[in-house]
């Protein structure tokens, strides 16, 4: 099975936004963005990756990759 890759570290920077500022826009904590910046979730909501897509004026698509094993 194949594996999803989130890409928020990247399209943080292009966007030069810091994780406090994108946390405090969506409204989670700082440590629940870092988990989902640094790869170490394996579940996100919907209203979550909405949040984030609209405060870094992206779609989905920017933030996940599909990789096959």
Sequence with gaps: M??????????????????NELAEIVGISNVNLSKIKNNKVTALRFSTLAGICEALGCSPGDILEYQKD
């Design 2 to 19: 194949g594996k999803i890759i989130l890409h928020l570290d990247r399209v943080m920077v292009e966007r030069k936004m810091s994780l």
